[in-house]
């Protein structure tokens, strides 16, 4: 510490020797961005062919087609009160560099003699190896320090502090150990830089000129910049000082700034979906699969190019066996572990299977105790991974569970139960931050009463446990959907049977106040599903018939199924497509390409439980057209699902333990 200050106060010494009666330094004790005051200041020309390239998620200029002169600037610009180069100062330098060859130097920056061309001190990268070059005597005589294996070639960013402070140098790359050297000679106390420039990017010669990316360089006098960066987040690219043009968005660039010729360093990514965030900004995508080009906009990958998908025909792909006869199916994704299905399985001993995606099927992964499980539904809080199972099972206590991800034991662990009767569908939805959960109640088993409450659950997150929140009266509900119509949120149930009738109303609710509060009854028969969808800006709801009974006839289960619309001038759904259905238990929407379609699951004709359940193609004016028939055995529920292999859809059967997994086949 008193050698450092030694030094320092050797160097304010020597700034005054033209001064005799100040004491200022050459110049103030605060970063000098060389690279900022080497650019043209606002309303001046740029340089030409200098170019501002985006790599890894981060902006540099790479200067290499720019004439010397045009990146330079007077010393006196900085040394202002004398023409004294500090004797203690660091540089620092955020570079990204492609490999070099042999025995070339590249300048990141050079202070020259303008007469004479001498070179007082200058920065230069080779082949693994960091130099930092000086006049040593009046002579001119030359001093070279190098930093060897410091792996500064590779193409990625990095960031560098060199400190000099008398004979010591210390170079520190990305935050990590330093490196110490010593010279020979310590660093002139008293370098002039009368009549002299900085060069930067170059030697003031074509030959040497720096060819990477520059995106930070900065002059500290006095002392060593190591610790005003380090340490940091990101230590490659640590930020002492960088142009506010190299910050400020390309696209949408400050009228009052710079605007330089823009580009994106890119690679060409083939094969599965990769990560996009920062880092692969601009970065591109091809995708043989669905013939598209994607580009990474830090959150997502965007299509450039692509040749929508059609769908083509539909074939066998995988027969999976369950515990028993499967009511739903739920499919879900866990980071970093992958696509999983649960099946609800109607056998109590047995209970309920989930699967695991794995070499392009699916296969058993955990088994979880469920009584006549009717539906499960997936759902997060926060980061925190959920299951719950509609258990159906009329036995005192009528309990639900919700199981959650144990990321440790990576299996789902019970978490908490809730009481419900003959529970036959969960939905879960978020309003305004608060997570919610909501129960369709079929039937109360003590009196067998099906006009009874659904409950509404909230997540208490001081409890971490769902509470009751809300009830509504419902008719042998059989389920809930959660959909959201600019700033209003919706639930509408599916009311199947009211003891005496099939032939009721079904219930739109829409969130008013904190509450859910009646928007429209809409007439259904025997409703089992509710699915909602948009097409070109429109909003869609489909609803599931069943069967028609009632105590004036035998029952019907070739009856319609409908399609509402929800009309801007009425505000209300209105009918839209009757589509004939045999006791239709669910409908899957899914898009293949630009192309929408839908699939209804037909169970039971009132003779038979083998039947073909229906692919429906959306066809603008004529609504939805049948395109593929797929033969089912008592069919009880559709979901859409893509993997890497291509898109699929797989079946439950609640008449068998045989589900299906269909490949769609597009071209």
Not at 592 to 606: M, Q, T, W
């Amino acid at each position: 510490m008193l050698a450092c200050c030694s030094l320092l106060l050797t160097w304010l010494l020597v700034t005054t020797r033209v001064q005799s009666q100040s004491w200022r330094p050459c110049t103030d004790l605060l970063p000098l961005d060389l690279l900022a005051r080497a650019l043209p200041r606002p309303g001046q020309a740029s340089p030409t062919q200098v170019q501002m390239v985006q790599s890894k998620g981060f902006r540099g200029l790479r200067l290499a087609g720019a004439t010397t002169a045009a990146l330079s600037f007077p010393a006196s610009q900085i040394f202002t009160n004398c023409d004294y180069f500090p004797a203690e100062f660091s540089l620092v330098a955020t570079i990204k560099i492609p490999k070099l060859r042999q025995k070339r130097k590249q300048y990141l920056f050079s202070v020259v003699d303008e007469s004479s061309d001498l070179l007082l001190l200058g920065l230069c990268v080779s082949e693994n190896r960091l130099h930092f070059v000086t006049t040593s005597s009046a002579a001119g005589g030359r001093g070279r320090l190098s930093f060897k294996d410091v792996g500064l070639d590779d193409n990625r960013w990095h960031t560098v502090v060199l400190a000099i402070t008398g004979p010591y140098a210390t170079l520190t790359v990305d935050c990590g150990l330093p490196l110490e050297r010593k010279q020979v000679q310590s660093f002139p106390g008293a370098l002039s830089t009368r009549g002299s420039r900085f060069f930067v990017g170059s030697r003031r010669r074509w030959r040497g000129r720096f060819s990477g990316l520059l995106r930070q360089l900065v002059l500290l006098p006095g002392s060593d910049a190591t610790p005003r960066l380090c340490p940091t987040s990101d230590p490659s690219l640590a930020e002492l000082s960088v142009p506010q043009v190299l910050k400020s968005t390309p696209l949408q660039p400050d009228h009052q700034g710079q605007v330089y010729p823009y580009g994106v360093e890119t690679t060409v990514t083939l094969g599965n979906r990769p990560v996009c965030s920062r880092a692969e900004q601009g970065q591109l995508w091809l995708n043989a699969q669905r013939k598209g080009l994607f580009i990474c906009d830090r959150l997502t990958w965007r299509t450039l190019l692509h040749n929508p998908e059609r769908l083509d025909y539909v074939e066998d792909y995988q027969d999976l066996y369950t515990n028993s006869e499967t009511f739903d199916v739920e499919l879900f994704s866990i980071p970093s572990e992958g696509l999983f299905m649960a099946a609800a399985n109607r056998d109590s001993m047995s209970g309920s299977s989930l699967y695991r995606w794995r070499n392009g099927s699916f296969q058993l992964y955990q088994n979880m105790s469920t009584q006549e499980a009717r539906a499960w539904k997936h759902f997060t809080v926060d980061d925190k991974i959920f299951l719950v199972v509609a258990n159906s099972r009329e036995v005192e206590p009528e309990l639900s569970i919700i199981y959650r991800w144990n990321q440790r034991q990576r299996r789902f662990l019970r978490y908490q139960t809730l009481e419900t009767h003959g529970a036959l569908d969960w939905e879960a939805f978020k309003i305004h931050n608060h997570s919610f959960l909501v129960v369709a109640n079929h039937r109360r088993a003590r009196d067998s009463n099906h006009n009874i409450q659904s409950v509404i659950y909230r997540w208490n997150p001081n409890t971490k446990l769902f509470e009751v929140y809300q009830t509504l009266s419902t008719s042998g509900a059989y389920d809930w959907e959660f959909f959201t119509v600019g700033p209003y949120h919706f639930l509408v149930v599916a009311n199947t049977f009211d003891g005496q009738s099939t032939t009721i109303s079904s219930t739109v609710y829409v969130w008013l106040d904190g509450n859910f509060q009646t928007f429209q009854n809409i007439p259904t028969v025997g409703a089992t599903d509710w699915e909602t969808f948009q097409i070109d800006g429109r909003f869609f709801i489909a609803v599931a018939n069943s069967q028609n009974i009632s105590d004036r006839g035998p029952s019907q289960y070739s009856i319609n199924s409908t399609v509402y619309e929800l009309s801007a001038l009425t505000q209300t759904f209105i009918r839209f497509q009757d589509i004939l259905t045999h006791s239709a238990v669910d409908w899957e929407f899914f898009t293949i390409g630009d192309e929408k379609f839908l699939v209804v699951a037909n169970s039971y004709d009132g003779s038979s439980h083998s039947l073909t359940s229906v692919v429906y193609r959306w066809q603008g004016y004529e609504g939805f057209v049948p395109v593929h028939s797929l033969p089912t055995f008592g069919c009880r529920d559709w979901e859409h699902f893509s993997t890497n292999e291509g898109s699929f859809l797989i079946y439950s059967s609640a008449t068998t333990r045989l589900s299906k997994v269909f490949k769609l086949k597009t071209y």
